[in-house]
Antibody, heavy 122, light 111 residues
Framework: EAQLLESGGGLVQPGGSLRLSCAASGFTFSSYGMSWVRQAPGKGLEWVSGFSGSSSSTYYADSVKGRFTISRDNSENTVYLQMNSLRAEDTAVYYC???????????????WGQGATVTVSS | QSALTQPASVSGSPGQSITIFCSGSSGDVGGYNHVSWYQQSPGKAPKFMIYDVSIRPSGVSDRFSGSKSGNTASLTISGLQAEDEADYYCSSYTRSTTHVVFGGGTRLTVL
């Protein structure tokens, strides 16, 4: 069974940094693209970042471009989200998610982690 | 990239059918057959319910069905059950640089 497990959330001051990790198991991680999706308190889902399986290209929502960096370590079956220059509006639960079509992070997300909570506050 | 438009809330009684609409544009919903739907219960991660407009993943009840007409996609739930009460989100491939956009979400209340 495919599973994703996020870690690394916490409380950080505005302007600070945090790195989220998402450990994958139960599938061939290296063949898949991945996405990060967040949900601010009481709000809807917002796609944050992603990459396709066969490409080194990465993609970001305008709201995080230049501040967040997505990366992967196939030897560790882990995808990361490095978050810098954090703002109050980045406060959210962050989910990592696997695409239903391995190579395309944008055609539907069939496996989700339980989420990691990030709170940006002084 | 603007979010897809969904009604804030819908409701129905047990046994009834309801439909949630997801409105976009020719640059997303109308232009591609890559609309997905997710169900999210309070405090839980989203659950994948429909992809490519109308395909149900293994394990999803056949009471859930998806369709599309023009720039609007829809999720229909038939034989409404109390356990269907949740938030529902649509998403679509989009030709924008991000390639994916979500709807604002619809809260389904089972009366």
């Amino acid at each position: 069974e495919a599973q994703l497990l996020e870690s690394g959330g916490g409380l950080v001051q505005p302007g600070g940094s945090l790195r989220l990790s998402c450990a994958a198991s139960g599938f061939t991680f290296s063949s898949y693209g991945m996405s990060w999706v967040r949900q601010a308190p009481g709000k809807g889902l917002e796609w944050v970042s992603g990459f396709s399986g066969s490409s080194s290209s990465t993609y970001y929502a305008d709201s995080v471009k230049g501040r967040f960096t997505i990366s992967r370590d196939n030897s560790e079956n882990t995808v990361y989200l490095q978050m810098n220059s954090l703002r109050a509006e980045d406060t959210a639960v962050y989910y990592c998610a696997r695409p239903v079509y391995a190579d395309y992070y944008y055609y539907g997300l069939d496996v989700w982690g339980q989420g990691a909570t990030v709170t940006v506050s002084s | 990239q603007s979010a897809l438009t969904q009604p804030a809330s819908v409701s129905g009684s047990p046994g009834q059918s309801i439909t949630i609409f997801c409105s976009g544009s020719s640059g997303d919903v109308g232009g591609y057959n890559h609309v997905s739907w997710y169900q999210q219960s309070p405090g839980k991660a989203p659950k994948f319910m429909i992809y490519d407009v109308s395909i149900r993943p293994s394990g999803v009840s056949d009471r859930f069905s998806g369709s599309k007409s023009g720039n609007t996609a829809s999720l229909t739930i038939s034989g409404l059950q109390a356990e269907d009460e949740a938030d529902y989100y649509c998403s679509s491939y989009t030709r924008s640089t991000t390639h994916v956009v979500f709807g604002g979400g619809t809260r389904l209340t089972v009366l």
